[in-house]
């Protein structure tokens, strides 16, 4: 673990905070570039990745303080001291940030499905880097473990699951399936949005199971918070792929290959 990256003049830079701005480099390059393809002009791009970044600033930072209100219940000025208490909330941060691109995109006429599946190209890649600062940095932990490739964390003297490094593994896999889903649905005209609903439901997927392997302080019944914030955007992005990126004709297809192999009465 590497805390701080480096000092500058006696400044000590945090490995988190670099690897975030780094993040969110790569996320505005595949996003401008992703919507500029299909034709999006550059100053609405601008705009778009502009105000989602700063609602998506804003929520991460609202989420935490929601729920982990104890730090901040005693002194409200801490809420906007994220050097005093840091901490944000990545699931609030996406949420809003999407929310905002798709009500922007509306006003400049941007197609949602094509905000959809820049969104869901430039997310993976963005999220795989943000995820090394956050091992570097220790902010999420994984649970006691006794595997062969445990990890220590700084200040905890058990070993533990290297949970970012499952994270990254699964975001690479991902990556590489939207991104080849990307070419083909330009070749193939498939429906605006397909790629995008299919990252969700990945991600979504990802993120409640590799919640089993980290440590989370906040459980509603026997799930973890983020566990169920991933099973409601599962079935939107289910829902979605059903409705409106090709489910719909997948699933009567599939039903008829079922229903053929059943056999049937005789008369």
């Given at each position: 673990?590497?805390?701080?990256?480096?000092?500058?003049?006696?400044?000590?830079?945090?490995?988190?905070?670099?690897?975030?701005?780094?993040?969110w480099?790569?996320?505005?390059?595949?996003?401008?570039?992703?919507?500029?393809?299909?034709?999006?002009?550059?100053?609405?791009?601008?705009?778009?990745?502009?105000?989602?970044?700063?609602?998506?600033?804003?929520a991460?930072?609202?989420?935490?303080?929601?729920?982990?209100?104890?730090?901040?219940?005693?002194?409200?000025?801490?809420?906007?001291?994220?050097?005093v208490?840091?901490?944000?909330?990545?699931?609030?941060?996406?949420?809003?940030?999407?929310?905002?691109m798709?009500?922007?995109?509306?006003?400049?006429?941007?197609?949602?499905?094509?905000?959809?599946?820049?969104?869901?190209?430039?997310?993976?890649?963005?999220?795989?880097?943000?995820?090394?600062?956050?091992l570097?940095?220790?902010?999420?932990?994984?649970?006691v473990?006794?595997?062969?490739w445990?990890?220590?964390y700084?200040?905890?003297?058990?070993?533990?699951?290297?949970?970012?490094?499952?994270q990254?593994?699964?975001?690479?896999?991902?990556?590489?399936?939207?991104?080849?889903?990307?070419?083909?649905?330009?070749?193939?005209?498939?429906?605006?949005?397909?790629?995008?609903?299919?990252?969700?439901?990945?991600?979504?997927?990802?993120?409640?199971?590799?919640?089993?392997?980290?440590?989370?302080?906040?459980?509603?019944?026997?799930?973890?918070?983020?566990?169920?914030?991933?099973?409601?955007?599962?079935?939107?992005?289910?829902?979605?792929?059903?409705?409106?990126?090709?489910?719909?004709?997948?699933?009567?297809?599939?039903?008829?290959?079922?229903?053929?192999?059943?056999?049937?009465?005789?008369?």
């Amino acid at each position: 673990m590497h805390p701080v990256l480096f000092s500058i003049a006696g400044v000590g830079l945090s490995s988190f905070s670099i690897f975030f701005i780094l993040a969110w480099s790569v996320f505005s390059f595949v996003f401008w570039k992703s919507l500029r393809d299909e034709g999006v002009g550059e100053e609405h791009i601008f705009d778009i990745t502009f105000y989602s970044t700063l609602s998506a600033l804003v929520a991460s930072r609202m989420g935490f303080v929601a729920f982990h209100w104890d730090q901040f219940s005693a002194t409200l000025l801490k809420i906007a001291a994220l050097w005093v208490s840091p901490g944000l909330s990545l699931l609030s941060g996406v949420l809003a940030g999407f929310a905002t691109m798709i009500i922007l995109g509306r006003r400049v006429k941007a197609r949602m499905g094509v905000i959809l599946d820049a969104f869901g190209l430039a997310l993976p890649g963005a999220l795989i880097v943000g995820t090394v600062g956050s091992l570097l940095d220790g902010s999420d932990v994984g649970k006691v473990a006794s595997v062969p490739w445990s990890i220590r964390y700084i200040g905890l003297p058990q070993l533990r699951h290297p949970y970012q490094i499952y994270q990254i593994a699964s975001l690479v896999v991902i990556l590489l399936v939207v991104g080849y889903m990307t070419s083909q649905a330009r070749m193939k005209k498939w429906a605006l949005g397909s790629v995008g609903v299919v990252f969700f439901l990945l991600w979504a997927v990802v993120l409640f199971v590799l919640e089993f392997f980290k440590d989370s302080r906040i459980y509603w019944y026997t799930l973890s918070a983020n566990q169920w914030v991933a099973l409601v955007l599962f079935s939107a992005a289910a829902g979605a792929w059903y409705a409106y990126a090709g489910g719909k004709f997948i699933v009567r297809q599939l039903w008829r290959w079922l229903y053929a192999k059943f056999p049937k009465r005789r008369s």
